[in-house]
């Protein structure tokens, strides 16, 4: 299994945390709009180049934000205020999401043959959120750009997490 | 959620235990030290602590939810059994009595028939703090900046206190509003 990137959203809407491992494959581009009618073709070429030099990873946290923001939005509609959605995928990705009572969203892209992954974020909010950010008490409790929640221990405990957990 | 599986949940949720004495001894330090730093205006100890419980319910609520792993609540009832039956529970190990609501269902009384914040505490004699300070004012802010976290406005304060004489000590919530989503920032 393959992890592309992760990102956290604060109840501010703000990302306050993103990773990437590899490059992504270059359909996310289109993700928000047609995730599946994107020429396959493309992301054949030379993928990496063409993804990144299209956006920037800003870019790419508010395409997500606004997608996982909608989603979740439409799925309480249809399904109730307790409903949530735990993840998409299209030909080239697979977008895991949790979200937790207090608004914080985490989200994983992975590839397509991955297993849920709802189980495994939880567990990074509750063994390495929790502990490494929350309970930090130097940093501070809201984290404007990102700001408390980039500690050494909390991305060394990620980095662990996912080479040795997740593959 | 049935009010016997709310307080199983307090009972069952793992917690790291720490001596009594010292959570004792630590907050009245804190209580004199605010005392003697603002020369005994209670008010603003009162303020002070609301604020700093406000810090702490802030980042406590992430603590609450990781270890009891429970969802959201489905009105302010099951918010009201949920903050004494495992809040308490589980970070004071008491379990203060939900009553008093209104016919609203938007305003309750927690009841402390203990409170370990206050053990061995007697007020100062001054004549003033007697009627002023809410010693344990802190907890006011805790339950104001936990419940703002899950889109909660709340409003805490005391009503009385058995350290000034009173037959009870009781804390007065009231619901301000549900916080509503917030929207990113339009750009373009």
Known sequence: MVVFSFYIFDRHAECIYKRQWLPRPVSITAKSSRPVSEPSGLSNGSPAVFGQSARTTDDDAKLIFGTVFSLRNMVRKLGGEDDSFVSYHTSQYKLHYFETPTNIKFVMLTDTKSPSMRIALQQIYINLYVEYVVKNPLSPVEHPGGLGVNNELFEQSLEQFVTRVLS | ?188
């Open chain 2, 1 to 188: 959620m049935s009010a016997t599986k709310t307080a199983r949940l307090g009972e069952e949720s793992r917690v790291d235990k720490v001596n009594a004495e010292l959570v004792t001894l630590t907050y009245g330090t804190i209580v004199a030290q605010l005392c003697q730093d603002y020369d005994e205006d209670y008010m603003e100890v009162n303020k002070q602590l609301d604020k700093m419980g406000y810090n702490i319910g802030m980042r406590l609520i992430e603590d609450f939810l990781a270890k009891s792993t429970v969802g959201r609540c489905a009105n302010f009832r099951e918010t009201a059994d949920m903050i004494s039956k495992v809040g308490f529970k589980m970070f004071l190990n008491i379990t203060p009595t939900v009553t008093n609501w209104t016919s609203d269902n938007n305003q309750f009384s927690l009841i402390f028939e203990e409170n370990p914040l206050a053990d061995f505490v007697e007020l100062p004699d001054d004549g003033r703090a007697q009627d002023e300070l809410w010693f344990s004012n802190i907890l006011c802010g805790v339950l104001r900046g936990a419940l703002e976290m899950v889109q909660m406005q709340i409003e805490a304060h005391f009503v009385s206190d058995v350290l000034r004489g009173d037959d009870t000590t009781e804390m007065r919530v009231s619901l301000v509003r549900y916080i509503e989503d917030e929207m990113p920032p339009d750009e373009e």
